[in-house]
C-alpha cells in the first residue's frame, strides 16, 4: 500500500502556505490518487531553458523532470501553474490538473495540411483568463472574437481588458463594441496613467485565484502588470510613434504573486490564435447567432443558402453584421476539423489495439504448434 505520510504532512504543515499559492479542495482530493510515497508539493513558476522555476511559498528554485516525465505525452508534461511533486531538485509527478490553457502551434491556423497539430499548453489551473487588447492598432474585435471562443472551450471564464483607454477622449465607444460581442463577460477599460479599471481587475486576484493575461505583443499586459503590482516588476517597451503599437517585451510565462492575494500570469505575446480543442467555445462566443439559430426552418440549418433561415434574415435586415456570421463560418470549418481529426485518431488508436490483439492470438498459435 501506497505510504502518503509525507505528503500528507507537508500539506498539513502548511496549509495557508499552499492555498496562498492556489492550492484547493480540488487538489486535496487528487492527492488520494497520487501514486508516490514521498517528496514535496510546489508550484511551476516558469520554465526557462527546459528547466522550471518552483516554489514551497518560503523559496524558489530550479528544477529538471524525471526521465519518465520528460518521454511521457506532451499532456503529462510540467506547464506553468502546475502543481507538482519534487524530490530535492527533480520534478517526479504532475498532480492531476483541474484546467489547462492550450492553443495550437504557430501556422496551424486554418491548416487542414498537416494530420496532427501540436498542443502549446500556455497554463494550468486557472481560474480566471484576462485578454487583454489594446485601444491602438491593436484593437481588432474579430481577433477577440477567437480569443472568446479559445478561453471558452476550455470552460474557463474570460475577462476583456481594453488597455490604453487614455490614447482617446471617448474610449467608451470601444467598450460598447466589445460588450456586443462579449455575452456575459466582464470588459474592463484601463489605463497606466490614473489607474482606470484598477480596481475592477483586482477583484479577480482575490486570495489564492490565479489569472493568466494573454493577448497581443505589446497590448499592455506587462504594464498592466505594473498597475496592479504598484511598482515595476515587468520590463515595458514605449508605444511606438512609426507603428502606434506597444513593443513585447515579456518572453516567459512566469506566474507573479501580488499584493492582493492572488496570482498573475503574464505571457509572450501570442501572433496566432489557432485552436487545439474544439468545446463548446463557439456556442458561448457566438450565444447570439445560436439563439437566431434555433428559429431557422431546418434543424440542421448551415445558415449559408437555406430557406428559411433567421440568422441570413437577421444579416439582410442589418440586426446581425455580416463579419460577424463570416467569422463565425471561419471558426466553425475549423471546429469541424478538429472534431473530424479527433474521431480519426480514435479509430486510428482502436484499430492499433486491435491489430496488437490479433498479433498476439497469432504467436500463441504459433506456440502452441
Known amino acids: 500500500m501506497t505510504d502518503h505520510n509525507e505528503l500528507q504532512k507537508n500539506i498539513s504543515n502548511e496549509p495557508a502556505r499552499?492555498?496562498?499559492?492556489?492550492?484547493?479542495?480540488?487538489?486535496?482530493?487528487?492527492?488520494?490518487?497520487?501514486?508516490?510515497?514521498?517528496?514535496?508539493?510546489?508550484?511551476?513558476?516558469?520554465?526557462?531553458?527546459?528547466?522550471?522555476?518552483?516554489?514551497?511559498?518560503?523559496?524558489?528554485?530550479?528544477?529538471?523532470?524525471?526521465?519518465?516525465?520528460?518521454?511521457?505525452?506532451?499532456?503529462?508534461?510540467?506547464?506553468?501553474?502546475?502543481?507538482?511533486?519534487?524530490?530535492?531538485?527533480?520534478?517526479?509527478?504532475?498532480?492531476?490538473?483541474?484546467?489547462?490553457?492550450?492553443?495550437?502551434?504557430?501556422?496551424?491556423?486554418?491548416?487542414?495540411?498537416?494530420?496532427?497539430?501540436?498542443?502549446?499548453?500556455?497554463?494550468?489551473?486557472?481560474?480566471?483568463?484576462?485578454?487583454?487588447?489594446?485601444?491602438?492598432?491593436?484593437?481588432?474585435?474579430?481577433?477577440?472574437?477567437?480569443?472568446?471562443?479559445?478561453?471558452?472551450?476550455?470552460?474557463?471564464?474570460?475577462?476583456?481588458?481594453?488597455?490604453?483607454?487614455?490614447?482617446?477622449?471617448?474610449?467608451?465607444?470601444?467598450?460598447?463594441?466589445?460588450?456586443?460581442?462579449?455575452?456575459?463577460?466582464?470588459?474592463?477599460?484601463?489605463?497606466?496613467?490614473?489607474?482606470?479599471?484598477?480596481?475592477?481587475?483586482?477583484?479577480?486576484?482575490?486570495h489564492g485565484q490565479t489569472v493568466a493575461m494573454i493577448g497581443s505583443s505589446g497590448a499592455g499586459k506587462s504594464t498592466l502588470a505594473n498597475m496592479l503590482f504598484g511598482s515595476d516588476i515587468q520590463a515595458t517597451g514605449k508605444v511606438s510613434d512609426s507603428v502606434g503599437k506597444g513593443r513585447h517585451t515579456t518572453t516567459v510565462r512566469e506566474l507573479i504573486r501580488m499584493p492582493q492575494g492572488g496570482i498573475l500570469m503574464d505571457n509572450p505575446g501570442i501572433r496566432e490564435i489557432a485552436f487545439h480543442e474544439d468545446g463548446n467555445g463557439m456556442e458561448n462566443t457566438f450565444a447570439d447567432i445560436t439563439e437566431l439559430a434555433e428559429m431557422c426552418r431546418f434543424a440542421n440549418c448551415t445558415h449559408q443558402k437555406e430557406p428559411g433561415c433567421a440568422v441570413l434574415h437577421a444579416v439582410k435586415t442589418s440586426k446581425l453584421p455580416h463579419e460577424r456570421l463570416e467569422s463565425f463560418h471561419k471558426m466553425q470549418r475549423e471546429m469541424d476539423y478538429l472534431a473530424t481529426r479527433r474521431t480519426k485518431s480514435a479509430d486510428r488508436v482502436e484499430k492499433e489495439r486491435w491489430k496488437d490483439v490479433a498479433l498476439r492470438i497469432k504467436d500463441l498459435k504459433k506456440r502452441k504448434r
Request: a negative charge; one cysteine or more; charged letters at 25%.
Open 18 to 206: 499552499l492555498r496562498q499559492l492556489g492550492w484547493d479542495d480540488h487538489f486535496d482530493h487528487q492527492m488520494l490518487s497520487i501514486d508516490v510515497a514521498d517528496g514535496r508539493i510546489v508550484r511551476v513558476i516558469s520554465m526557462q531553458r527546459g528547466q522550471f522555476l518552483v516554489t514551497d511559498g518560503l523559496k524558489e528554485w530550479f528544477c529538471s523532470v524525471a526521465g519518465r516525465l520528460m518521454h511521457s505525452k506532451s499532456r503529462d508534461y510540467p506547464v506553468t501553474g502546475d502543481w507538482v511533486i519534487v524530490d530535492g531538485t527533480i520534478v517526479t509527478d504532475v498532480i492531476p490538473r483541474k484546467n489547462i490553457l492550450s492553443r495550437g502551434e504557430a501556422g496551424s491556423r486554418g491548416s487542414t495540411a498537416k494530420p496532427t497539430r501540436r498542443e502549446q499548453p500556455i497554463a494550468a489551473n486557472l481560474d480566471t483568463v484576462f485578454i487583454v487588447c489594446g485601444l491602438d492598432r491593436d484593437f481588432n474585435i474579430r481577433r477577440l472574437e477567437r480569443y472568446l471562443t479559445l478561453v471558452h472551450n476550455y470552460a474557463l471564464p474570460p475577462v476583456i481588458v481594453l488597455t490604453k483607454a487614455d490614447l482617446h477622449d471617448a474610449p467608451e465607444s470601444f467598450l460598447s463594441d466589445v460588450e456586443s460581442i462579449a455575452f456575459g463577460v466582464p470588459v474592463i477599460l484601463t489605463s497606466m496613467q490614473d489607474g482606470r479599471g484598477r480596481t475592477e481587475l483586482e477583484s479577480h486576484l482575490g
